[in-house]
Structure formats: C-alpha cells, structure tokens
C-alpha cells in the first residue's frame, strides 16, 4: 500500500456536515450537562479494578490513616490492646504495607501513596497507635546517564 495514498482524499467533507452536522448537533445538546450511562460504567470499573488508598486503609481489622510529609509517608494504625500489639508483624514493599496479626491469624493489606525505601522503615507503638515512618522512593524523579555503544 503506498504511504502517500489516503483513500479520505476525494471525500467531500462539506457535504458530509451539511448532510449530518444538524442530527450530530441535536444529539450533543441532548446529553450536554447529564451523566451518561457510559461515565457511571466507566466510573464503576475504575472504582472496582483500582481502590484508592482510604479504601485500602480502611479493610481490615484496625483502622488506618496515611499521611504524606515531602519526604516520608507515615501510617498510624488504630491499636488499643497493648498486648494486641505486641502479636504484630509489620511487613513493607515499595508499594504496599502488609499488617499480620497472629490472634487471628489474618492479613490487611495497606496500598500505599508514593513508592517508597523498605529499608528505611521504623515503627514505634505509643498511647494505643502503631506509627510507621516510610522515607518515599524519589526514583522517577531522577535520571540517570545511559551509556551510548557505538558499533
């Protein structure tokens, strides 16, 4: 097929307005302004495939709020029982958090705002609040020079 040759070339374009310009202009002012079934469709998928991050938060057993400074992302877990607490383990990837509690023997997964550094995590338990400090992971933000092989 030549690259040059498009086949819309002849087409009278003008014609083509007079003809449905008029029936696509009703149209548009018939869903201009309202929700369309489409949207509520789309808005449900996205809803259901992608949770965002309160909704990650708040299943599970303890209830969870995630706060983001410039450099860090800091979660605090609702845990009143001290010894609660103590049958906790925390577990951190650049994405997500994991909580294990071995009472009863369950799992809440904590979806987090920013990639962060797993390494850098510290917890401290105080006053009935698990507190986990996260540094974020500034990767996408920095470029590195990629070396040129000539052949």
Same mark, same amino acid.
């Given at each position: 097929?030549?690259?040059?040759?498009?086949?819309?070339? @002849?087409?009278?374009?003008? !014609?083509? %307005?007079?003809?449905? @310009?008029?029936?696509?202009?009703?149209?548009?002012?018939?869903?201009?302004?309202?929700?369309?079934?489409?949207?509520?469709?789309?808005?449900? $998928?996205?809803? !259901?495939? #992608?949770?965002?991050?309160?909704?990650? &938060?708040?299943? @599970?057993?303890?209830?969870? *709020?995630? *706060? *983001?400074?410039? !450099?860090?992302?800091?979660?605090?877990?609702? $845990?009143?029982?001290?010894?609660?607490?103590?049958? #906790?383990? $925390?577990?951190?990837?650049?994405?997500?958090?994991?909580?294990?509690?071995?009472?009863?023997?369950?799992? !809440? #997964?904590?979806? #987090?705002?920013?990639? $962060?550094?797993?390494?850098?995590?510290? &917890?401290?338990?105080? %006053? @009935?609040?698990?507190?986990?400090?996260?540094?974020?992971?500034?990767?996408?933000?920095?470029?590195?020079?990629?070396?040129?092989?000539?052949?």
């Amino acid at each position: 097929m030549d690259k040059n040759h498009n086949p819309l070339n @002849g087409f009278d374009w003008k !014609q083509f %307005e007079q003809s449905f @310009g008029s029936q696509m202009n009703e149209l548009s002012q018939q869903w201009r302004g309202a929700p369309t079934w489409v949207e509520d469709y789309v808005r449900n $998928v996205l809803e !259901q495939t #992608l949770p965002n991050t309160d909704y990650a &938060a708040r299943t @599970g057993p303890y209830q969870t *709020e995630i *706060e *983001e400074t410039h !450099q860090h992302v800091r979660v605090n877990i609702q $845990v009143p029982d001290p010894n609660t607490a103590k049958q #906790l383990k $925390v577990y951190v990837a650049p994405r997500q958090m994991k909580i294990e509690y071995k009472g009863e023997h369950g799992i !809440q #997964l904590i979806r #987090l705002p920013q990639l $962060v550094i797993p390494s850098s995590c510290k &917890a401290v338990y105080k %006053e @009935g609040i698990l507190q986990i400090h996260i540094r974020k992971d500034d990767m996408d933000e920095q470029f590195r020079e990629v070396d040129i092989r000539f052949m």
